[in-house]
């Protein structure tokens, strides 16, 4: 095992304390496993709290921050956090205006999450809750019951806090979400499989000379191997699988997202055969984001999400955002 740790037992903790080093606009409770806007809570706005497995990162920790998250919930590396890491960040962000859980829908962050709202409420926090199930590759998997929340899930939390950061009401701003999340689709490829700190090596076999077509973000089994393909082809497969799920009928958001592993030359250059597939279908692109943004460790791999977009949620992706990961405007 060829990794940059101290010991596995310690490597969630370690990160956090570097995040807070690097990052003093962030309130790091390494104890508790919880990361806050230091500014919270806003007054007069719904507050947006996330979080799942780490291993995934910069998501969601990476992504607390104006015009995003309000906190964010950390687990064990692939392991969900537990409710009262949530019902903790829930107290720590409430402003009197509500608090949207955004979850990505793996078995143990839905009921983890559900039982945290139950929690938090009776405790006077009103709390809403979105389920981000994106994944277009299977109907379920070793982790759901049904879709998978992956890619999509950055789609939710940066335009649904936008419009938290308006001012909007937790009705409106959940409502946004759900509709970013029933606008979306994702499909991930893996050309190499995932090692975990706690295993120290792959965690699947992948022989070399194939690739897996429609994986999770945890190194799930997805819908086929196949020989290597060129970037082009790969493209073809993980385009036309969305669209063919989505049905776009005007300009989408793209997220073309690194497993972990991938490096930034290859991630533009597959860019620009998504680009080309959705050219020759006909979907005109809106807005464009390349890089590691849902990832899986050291997974060499892509993702393709797709998001159709009218001009209310084009607006609220334009608006500014300042956290670790994703910054843009003001």
């Not at 792959?202 to 799930?220: A, K, V």
Request: proline share 6%; glycine share 12%; net charge negative.
């Amino acid at each position: 095992m060829r990794m940059l740790i101290n010991v596995p037992e310690t490597v969630v903790a370690d990160a956090l304390r570097g995040l807070a080093a690097a990052h003093p606009e962030l309130t790091v409770d390494v104890e508790h496993r919880i990361v806050v806007r230091r500014d919270a809570p806003v007054a007069g706005k719904v507050a947006l709290v996330s979080g799942g497995g780490s291993g995934h990162e910069p998501l969601h920790a990476g992504f607390v921050g104006p015009g995003m998250l309000t906190a964010a919930c950390p687990g064990e590396v692939f392991t969900s956090p537990v409710p009262d890491q949530m019902v903790r960040a829930a107290a720590a962000v409430d402003s009197g205006q509500g608090v949207l859980f955004v979850v990505k829908n793996y078995t143990g962050d839905v009921l983890n999450f559900e039982m945290a709202a139950e929690l938090a409420e009776d405790e006077g926090v009103q709390v809403a809750r979105v389920l981000v199930d994106d994944d277009v590759a299977v109907a379920d998997s070793t982790y759901t019951a049904g879709r998978r929340g992956t890619g999509a899930t950055l789609f939710v939390e940066k335009i649904a806090g936008a419009a938290a950061e308006e001012g909007a009401p937790l009705e409106r701003v959940e409502a946004i979400a759900r509709r970013v999340n029933a606008s979306s689709r994702s499909f991930g490829v893996a050309l190499s499989a995932v090692t975990t700190p706690a295993k120290g090596s792959p965690t699947f076999d992948l022989p070399p000379g194939e690739l897996e077509l429609g994986i999770g973000i945890h190194g799930e089994p997805g819908r086929e191997r196949r020989p290597m393909m060129t970037s082009g082809e790969i493209a073809d497969v993980a385009v036309d699988a969305v669209l063919e799920d989505l049905r776009p009928g005007g300009p989408v958001l793209v997220l073309v997202n690194g497993m972990g592993a991938t490096p930034l030359l290859e991630l533009y250059g597959f860019n620009a055969e998504v680009h080309r597939v959705l050219g020759e279908r006909g979907v005109p692109v809106a807005r464009t984001l390349v890089g590691n943004y849902v990832t899986s460790l050291d997974m060499a791999g892509c993702s393709v999400t797709l998001c159709q977009a009218d001009e209310e949620l084009l607006r609220l992706w334009d608006a500014p955002v300042r956290t670790a990961a994703l910054r843009w405007g003001r």
